[in-house]
């Protein structure tokens, strides 16, 4: 309860102070997204069961993806087609196979969703710099109806943004203009993720991952290792 009233405490004087158009300290930004991490149950390791559609709701893929806060994550995923690709992400390092051989400059389909994971806000802050951000800046900034706060950036590099009032994920940027827009939080399996995530990469199609469950699940010790990409 102590624990719960401080997180909400937080919150509030973070919010309270973008109401003012002032910017807090990254350190202090950083920290209420990790307790926000937390108190949402997303704070460890996770596998979920995900889907992919094309723009137009046409069924692209399915299959299970494994994120770990230390910012690790794996997706296997079968097409329609019937092949089956692979991506690992480990910080910004991005490797993919089909069918267990190598894969050239993949679609990005696996988004670095341990960034809403990571706790505490050292860590986040220290994943964040691992995908190519500035984790010691912080900025508003405006996404659709949301206000945010952004972890990182300036512009081209990694950055979180969060939403000023729920502290909700809102979006993800990567260096090279990728971007993960994050929908709204639902419960899956007592974990609050994105209903869906909306890929956009330049020169690529428009993409949707839903996830349809998630699950606490301790990893193998080497669960991401390059070698499972061919195994």
Do not use: K
């Amino acid at each position: 309860m102590r624990a719960g009233r401080a997180l909400l405490a937080g919150l509030v004087c973070l919010a309270a102070a973008a109401a003012l158009a002032y910017v807090p300290p990254a350190e202090r930004v950083a920290r209420a997204i990790a307790d926000a991490n937390r108190a949402h149950g997303r704070a460890r390791t996770l596998t979920m069961r995900v889907t992919f559609e094309a723009a137009g709701g046409a069924a692209l893929a399915s299959g299970t993806l494994l994120s770990d806060p230390r910012g690790l994550a794996r997706l296997e995923v079968t097409h329609a087609s019937g092949f089956v690709e692979r991506q690992l992400r480990r910080g910004r390092t991005l490797e993919a196979s089909r069918d267990r051989a190598p894969l050239v400059d993949p679609h990005p389909l696996l988004p670095p969703l341990f960034l809403l994971q990571a706790d505490p806000g050292a860590a986040l802050q220290e994943r964040l710099a691992e995908l190519g951000g500035r984790p010691d800046r912080a900025a508003l900034g405006r996404d659709g109806d949301h206000d945010c706060f952004v972890l990182g950036g300036p512009d081209g590099a990694a950055s979180l943004w969060v939403d000023q009032a729920s502290f909700a994920p809102v979006r993800i940027e990567l260096p090279g203009g990728v971007r993960y827009r994050l929908g709204p939080p639902r419960m899956a399996g007592g974990v609050a993720l994105p209903a869906w995530i909306a890929l956009e990469a330049p020169g690529r199609p428009a993409l949707r991952m839903t996830i349809a469950e998630a699950r606490p699940e301790a990893a193998a010790p080497d669960a991401f290792e390059p070698g499972w990409l061919a195994r």
